[in-house]
């Protein structure tokens, strides 16, 4: 059952993400132009081409906000990742130490103190 409901949910989230297309493309594009803008004003030592990049950075900043639908296919996105991977097994947010560098460390710092009693 739990993964029936997990199966529709990602269909509902794909839909969602599939009719929000434009919109995700849109954002894309305003952060790829407000990126590439910022990138330039770091650079250049011209107040005038800084203002121009700054009008640019501007323009991309406008294109994303115009476009608020995107974000939300963006946030689609990341809820149909995390329900895929629900549905294949693997927790996104649980972790295990059992193997890790962290119980290693511990169980050197016991030895190392019991010999310092």
Known sequence: M???LCVVAMLITAGV???LLGSIIAVGIGAAILYYSYKK???IESLFKKV???IAGLIGVSI???SIPGIIGLGAIALL???YKILKGDSPTATTYEHSEYNNFEEQWKTIM???K
């Open 52 to 54: 121009l990049w700054c």
């Open 114 to 116: 019991c010999e310092y």
């Open 41 to 43: 004003i770091i650079t």
């Open 2 to 4: 739990k993964k029936f």
């Open 17 to 19: 993400a599939f009719a």
């Open 64 to 66: 994303m906000l115009r």
């Open 81 to 83: 990742y995390y329900l």
